[in-house]
């Protein structure tokens, strides 16, 4: 009889520590995820080339890192790939040819997203393929389902009184 | 017909299984450089040794160009540095250095404790002609034939199983082409 007010306590005491560490572990999520990203000190001319410098960075893959961005890393070629992107939004080039630029020297690799061509379509276009293609086969599958015919099914008579006495239930 | 469709999952599953155990065995440090099949850009940057001398592309001198980025911060560097000693001393090729983002007077230390391989080194304080040729690190080694054309870049630093695998076929190769030419 005494067991279960004591249960009824133990399971509150775990559920407000529970509570407690999941989120001291948040806060703990939220505060290294602040403090994570690299600090450069980069002025620039006006508000509009700073989010394009926000925006490149993180579309830009760090050649030497296997998967960072440029605003993440901190490798001594994402610092200087930064200063470089900083120099080149200064001189006024447009995004396309800061793209163009990185390609050039590093190659497909330093895009987070791949350009659409010949090599990439599958990359684009293969999970439309290959969903389009289940749509098509479920289409399929249902129409020759809802086609057949209650004779084609070759229900032995057990079977078939059995079918009737659950459609007749109703 | 039916009995085909019903091994078809399997089938996907064998093919799915095949493409992953194969990543297994790739490694993702190594990286086509952009660059290969590309001239050599045109630069212009001082001498390592000669601060007042400046270096362009002409003065990369030689049927076959190695340039090897190197810098005093980079401990492969160190590594690799006697076997470059090494193979200064073949014939077919002229080895050039890049210091990459260094400090000239730490760099002209290296060159004298550790004696220079180089014809002559250019020095890349900002990097400009590293991020021109697509350079990510150091040490990096860049094969440039006759005709000015960057052939192969090499990420890592080199050592005789390197020359021998990586190297010396291209070398040959090379110098076959220019016998071509010439005839």
Same mark, same amino acid.
Request: proline letters at 5%.
């Given at each position: ?11 509150? +005491? ?20 602040? %403090?994570? %990203? ?25 050649? !030497? ?7 993440d890393s901190n490798s001594k070629i994402a610092?200087?790939l930064r200063k470089n992107l900083y120099n ?10 800061? +793209? ?43 129409? !020759?389902?809802? !086609?057949?015919?209650? %004779?084609?099914?070759?229900?032995? %008579? ?11 239930? !109703? | 017909? @039916? ?24 490694? /993702? ?9 590309? /001239?050599? /850009? $045109?630069? *212009?940057?001082?001498?390592?040794? *000669?601060? =007042? ?24 560097? @160190? ?8 193979? *200064? ?16 007077? &730490? ?7 550790? @004696?220079? /391989? ?6 890349? $304080? ?11 690190? &150091?040490? =990096? ?22 020359? @021998?695998? =990586?190297?010396l076929p291209l070398i040959e190769q090379i $110098? ?5 030419? &010439?005839?």
């Open positions: 009889m005494h067991t279960q007010p004591n249960g009824h306590y133990i399971l509150q +005491i775990a559920k407000v520590l529970g509570l407690a560490m999941s989120s001291l572990l948040l806060s703990f999520l939220l505060i290294s995820n602040v %403090s994570a %990203s690299p600090v450069d000190t980069f002025q620039f001319k006006d508000e509009a080339t700073k989010i394009r410098f926000q925006v490149l960075s993180k579309e830009l893959r760090c050649p !030497k890192c296997q998967n960072q961005n440029l605003a610092v200087d080149l939004l200064q001189e006024g080039k447009s995004d396309q040819e800061i +793209i163009d630029f990185m390609v050039y020297r590093y190659g497909d690799f330093v895009l987070y997203r791949p350009q659409l061509k010949k090599q990439t379509y599958i990359l684009w276009f293969g999970p439309l393929v290959i969903f389009l293609g289940f749509i098509i086969s479920l289409v399929f599958v249902l129409r !020759k389902r809802s !086609k057949l015919k209650a %004779s084609e099914l070759n229900l032995s %008579s057990a079977e078939q009184a059995n079918l009737d006495d659950i459609l007749n239930k !109703k | 017909m @039916k009995s085909i469709i019903r091994f078809i999952p399997l089938i996907l599953f064998i093919l799915l299984g095949v493409l992953l155990y194969r990543g297994l065995f790739l490694n /993702p440090q190594s990286m086509p450089s952009a660059m290969i099949g590309k /001239p050599l /850009p $045109e630069f *212009a940057l001082p001498s390592l040794t *000669a601060s =007042e001398q400046m270096l362009g592309r002409d003065d990369l001198q030689g049927d076959i160009v190695l340039l090897n980025v190197w810098a005093t911060w980079c401990i492969q560097c @160190k590594y690799e540095h006697p076997y470059l000693l090494n193979i *200064a001393q073949d014939p077919r090729i002229k080895l050039y250095g890049l210091n990459f983002t260094d400090d000239r007077n &730490a760099a002209l230390q290296w060159l004298k404790q550790y @004696k220079d /391989p180089y014809v002559l080194s250019i020095f890349d $304080e900002q990097g400009a002609l590293g991020l021109d040729i697509g350079v990510f690190g &150091a040490p =990096e080694t860049f094969v440039i034939d006759h005709t000015g054309i960057i052939r192969k870049r090499f990420a890592g630093p080199i050592n005789d199983m390197v020359w @021998k695998k =990586e190297f $110098e076959t082409e220019m016998a071509q030419g &010439a005839s």
